[in-house]
């Protein structure tokens, strides 16, 4: 029960370190003309990753087994990382 109330804390509580955070770097280093657009990218793509993870993860775990799942979503985002990153300029 302990471990349980633990994992809901933890979360729960993360976005709210994770969204002020993120917007208040994003409000610092994208133009004015563009924030609106980047506030909404930035939202949505959290929930569509979650998403993305549920409705393929469960299909993968049907036809490879569940220890596949990490794989193949750690590699898809580790992919990512390295091809879709791009360093900010420092303000």
């Known amino acids: 029960m302990c471990r349980l109330l633990h994992h809901y804390h ?3 509580s ?4 994770y969204f002020p955070s993120v917007m208040s770097m994003m409000s ?3 133009i004015e003309s ?3 657009f980047t506030f909404s990218v930035i939202g949505a793509g959290s929930h569509g ?3 993305f ?3 393929f993860g469960s299909a993968i775990i049907r036809n490879y ?3 596949f799942v990490f794989y193949a979503i750690g590699t898809y985002h580790s992919c990512y990382f ?3 990153t791009v360093p900010l300029d420092p303000v």
């Open 34 to 36: 563009e924030r609106t």
């Open 14 to 17: 993360t976005p709210g370190f």
């Open 49 to 51: 990753g979650t998403l």
């Open 53 to 55: 993870v549920g409705l």
């Open 65 to 67: 087994g569940w220890a």
């Open 82 to 84: 390295v091809i879709g």
């Open 10 to 12: 933890l979360t729960f």
């Open 28 to 30: 610092k280093r994208v």
